[in-house]
């Protein structure tokens, strides 16, 4: 374990990660220079969660809190014809992929002596963040849309925490938590890098639980990016210490009616590009203003992936579909899995090939929207 060196992309100053920071002097997000990585002697083959990889982490010390997340089931299933690998980070303690990013951004947080923190969040990160702080012991309030799921909102009080309900837009949320900045720590998942330092072992569990092997494809719902930042990540770490000599093809699911890289991708830029946002069923991905366009953008160019965009209607089918693989997932999640229909129908991944596809978020986050969306009745 190393402490990590933070590199301003704006104005490329660089500094030791060693105390509370969330964003540039000069106003931009840091971003952490390249890591050690890992080779594969290195991992904690007996710790079943992410510390199995605690050797190629930007943390001075073991984890000081923890809740055994990580090392999620890598599970094979059929779609389409093909055999695809769904790779479960909803079964993680909070019920969502979050919680990969939070321990190691939370571990950080409590290394440089932060104590009262607050968010905003969607959802899912103001469950995971509260959850976190619970397990820490440091107060903790959250900035939520005032028409999140009511499952979600549950889940951050039931942690302890204070709930600030923001009517209005997620970037009015926003808003909201960057106006508390005197009173907390604004710890913020999207601007701090230490949340990318933990996505990344979502690359290494890949690559272990395939046998040490890098899947040709990964798709993953995409709303600020973290994910797909965190597997290019991963992959150029294990690139540069000689364990894989091939990069996946990374595809960024997004929904079309809020999908800011969309709109990049589809300008070729590598910066914010002006679209209507409309409301989504996929509440954890949308996503109006992210931080990294331009970093998200050359992760995807690089891994020679892409956008893909799920309409509203397509969502519905393949929840069901994937609920009747045993997958209950929340639609959020359920993007990827209309867009894998989409890509595997106009050939752009075949059945030959290997695919991943991140199931970000579980069912019961959202069970009476799913209710909704499935015409399944009270009873
Ligand atoms: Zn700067």
Redesign the pocket.
């Known amino acids: 374990m190393t402490v990590g060196i933070y590199l ?1 992309p ?2 490329g ?1 660089e500094f030791a990660a060693d105390r509370p920071l969330w964003r ?3 106003g ?1 997000h840091l971003n952490l220079s390249p890591g050690r990585g890992l080779s594969r002697r290195e991992i904690s083959a007996g710790e079943a969660s992410l510390w199995r990889y605690a050797a190629a982490l930007a943390l001075s010390n073991p984890p000081r809190v923890s809740l055994g997340e990580g090392w999620t089931p890598l599970v094979p299933r059929g779609w389409e014809g093909a055999e695809i690998h769904f790779k479960l980070e909803s079964q993680m303690p909070t019920g969502s992929f979050k919680d990969r990013g939070m321990a190691v951004m939370l571990n950080h947080l409590l290394e440089v002596g932060v104590g009262p923190i607050h968010e905003d969040s969607s959802g899912n990160a103001g469950a995971s963040i509260a959850t976190y702080a619970a397990a820490a012991g440091i107060p903790c309030r959250i900035y939520v849309p005032a028409a999140a799921p009511r499952g979600k909102l549950v889940q951050i009080a039931a942690a302890g925490a204070e709930v600030r309900l923001v009517p209005g837009t997620r970037q009015d949320v926003t808003e909201a938590a960057l106006a508390a900045l005197g009173e907390s720590f604004y710890a913020s998942h999207n601007w701090q890098p230490f949340f990318v330092e933990g996505t990344k072992t979502l690359a290494y569990e890949v690559w272990e639980q395939l046998g040490f092997r890098v899947p040709d494809n990964i798709l993953t719902p995409t709303g600020y990016g973290s994910n797909i930042l965190g597997l290019e990540r991963g992959f150029d770490e294990l690139e540069r210490n000689g364990e894989i000599t091939a990069r996946p093809r990374l595809f960024a699911i997004q929904a079309a009616n809020c999908a800011a890289f969309a709109a990049a991708w589809a300008a070729g830029a590598d910066r914010f590009v002006p679209f209507e946002a409309r409301p989504t069923v996929a509440d954890g991905i949308a996503t109006p203003h992210p931080v990294r366009i331009a970093e998200v953008m050359g992760a995807l160019r690089r891994s020679k992936g892409g956008v893909v965009t799920v309409a509203e209607d397509e969502i519905a089918p393949a929840l069901a579909a994937l609920g009747r693989l045993g997958l209950f997932v929340e639609p959020t999640a359920a993007t990827a899995g209309a867009a894998l229909t989409r890509l595997l129908r106009d050939g752009t991944i075949t059945a030959g090939q290997s695919t991943v596809v991140v199931l970000t978020g579980f069912g019961l986050k959202a069970a009476d929207r799913i209710g909704d969306l499935l015409g399944i009745g009270a009873g």
């Open positions: 301003c704006a104005c100053r540039c002097d000069c931009s």
